[in-house]
């Protein structure tokens, strides 16, 4: 996620917990400076410590705040809300309107991903870039957006993400099966994910798909 992060980017951190990547975004010299935030004292507590050992004190400034509450974008141009559920990120994105207008955002929603790309699209914002990462043995997507015009998605892809940037990736076969074996769990009692199982299916039928050398 960090990689996506533009060099020199002034960042800030929504629920950053123990302030991990905020310290490795100015450790790397990737960030000139980071916001970092919770919500709750207890991980503020745990990011100014981590904070303090590395010395970091010029760079990461520390926020109790719900969301983007009391920030503008004056503290930074690049927004990273990782490692929460999609509805707590367009309930935080809904209360910032301002992030429309040229911010980056680094999203890595840990459910209800096919809502936050919904809600993106209908809300004035636009899907850029979409990843897959692997932490403890798990796939999941990471996508970058900004204000802007977005163009529709398929079913499939609002649950997936765009199967042009992440279809050939290595991890592609692996998240598919993830998200096909919720959808066949689900299809006998609800419509919606039978139709898409199915879709799953198909591209699953691919050529190639799973070798990460398809056209997908
Ligand atoms: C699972 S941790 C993720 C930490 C880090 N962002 C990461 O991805 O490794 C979620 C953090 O988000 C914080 N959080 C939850 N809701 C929040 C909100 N509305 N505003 C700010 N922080 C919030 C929690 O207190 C917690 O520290």
Not at 21 to 27: D, E, F, S
Not at 87 to 94: F, G, N, R, V
Request: proline share 6%; charged share 25%.
């Amino acid at each position: 996620m960090a990689a996506l992060v533009p060099s020199g980017a002034a960042v800030i951190d929504v629920g950053t917990d123990h302030a991990m990547v905020p310290v490795w975004l100015i450790q790397s010299g990737r960030a000139s400076r980071v916001l970092a935030t919770d919500i709750r004292s207890r991980p503020l507590q745990s990011a100014a410590a981590l904070v303090e050992k590395t010395g970091t004190e010029g760079r990461i400034r520390l926020m109790q705040t719900d969301g983007l509450a009391g920030i503008g974008p004056e503290d930074g141009d690049t927004v990273i809300i990782a490692g929460m559920g999609g509805e707590t990120m367009t309930a935080i994105l809904s209360a910032a309107p301002w992030t429309k207008n040229g911010t980056l955002l680094i999203l890595e929603p840990q459910s209800k991903k096919a809502e936050l790309r919904r809600w993106l699209t209908q809300n004035g914002y636009c899907v850029e870039t979409e990843r897959l990462a692997e932490d403890a043995g798990r796939v999941y997507p990471i996508l970058t957006a900004r204000g802007g015009d977005s163009p529709a998605y398929s079913q499939a892809e609002l649950h997936l993400g765009r199967l042009a940037q992440i279809g050939r990736d290595p991890l592609f076969a692996r998240y598919l099966d993830t998200m096909r074996a919720q959808a066949a769990k689900a299809a006998p009692y609800d419509p919606a994910a039978a139709a898409l199982l199915e879709e799953y299916d198909a591209i699953k039928r691919r050529p190639d798909y799973a070798d990460g050398t398809g056209d997908i």
